[in-house]
Antibody, heavy 119, light 108 residues
Framework: QITLKESGPTLVKPTQTLTLTCTFS??????????VGWIRQPPGKALEWLAL???????RYSPSPKSRLTITKDTSENQAVLTMTNMDPVDTATYYC???????????WGQGTLVTVSS | DIQMTQSPSTLSASVGDRVTITCRAS??????LAWYQQNPGKAPKLLIY???SLESGVPSRFSGSGSGTEYTLTISSLQPDDFATYYC??????????FGQGTKVEIK
């Protein structure tokens, strides 16, 4: 059974760095073909893919906030970590992590965590 | 980047109606398209992958079709649980994935 759960601060100040952790079970990020991605959703708005890390440490980023994003993994801890620098109120959103494998889309999602950016 | 355009943005329908949602890609995505359903406060749920493959456990009233740049999600007979927001997503490119703007299906 695959499960994912996001954790991190619920409130950050503008210009601060956000660090979110996705802790998962039921799979390993060292298994060939497996990836964990991050997707966000501002309140009342659409989903936006941010980043993805593969089992082989290949990393992909959305062009939009690319320079502000870093994704890493800790295989031994079953975690994927997203860091976003220079946070702005427009980054207020629910942040989801999700699992994919092979040529499938994201088929397992965490419950999401709401991050508010405000002074 | 590949842009995904969904239509309509809102759709009013009644239980039992046949509903169709369209997603257009800015270039061919060769059927690498998924559809998700999202209820308020919940994570998206995968319904369809590879444009027309039904995810395990998803009711057969959901179907997907299309090719190239044009894709559709059809709900053959709308049920109360189906009032939700639907998103398409292209996953053709290995390095970037994009979602449509969403279609909210509301009660007429």
């Amino acid at each position: 059974q695959i499960t994912l759960k996001e954790s991190g601060p619920t409130l950050v100040k503008p210009t601060q760095t956000l660090t979110l952790t996705c802790t998962f079970s039921g799979f390993s990020l060292s298994t060939s073909g497996v990836g964990v991605g991050w997707i966000r959703q501002p309140p009342g708005k659409a989903l936006e893919w941010l980043a993805l890390i593969y089992w082989n440490d290949d990393k992909r980023y959305s062009p939009s906030p690319k320079s502000r994003l870093t994704i890493t993994k800790d295989t031994s801890e079953n975690q994927a970590v997203l860091t976003m620098t220079n946070m702005d109120p427009v980054d207020t959103a629910t942040y989801y992590c999700a699992y994919k494998t092979g040529d499938r889309p994201f088929d397992y999602w965490g419950q999401g965590t709401l991050v508010t950016v405000s002074s | 980047d590949i842009q995904m355009t969904q239509s309509p943005s809102t759709l009013s329908a009644s239980v039992g109606d046949r509903v169709t949602i369209t997603c257009r890609a800015s270039q061919s995505i060769y059927s690498w398209l998924a559809w998700y359903q999202q209820n308020p406060g919940k994570a998206p749920k995968l319904l369809i992958y590879k444009a027309s493959s039904l995810e395990s456990g998803v009711p057969s009233r959901f179907s997907g079709s299309g090719s190239g740049t044009e894709y559709t999600l059809t709900i053959s007979s709308l049920q109360p649980d189906d009032f939700a927001t639907y998103y398409c997503q292209q996953y053709y490119t290995y390095s970037s994935w994009t979602f449509g703007q969403g279609t909210k299906v509301e009660i007429k």
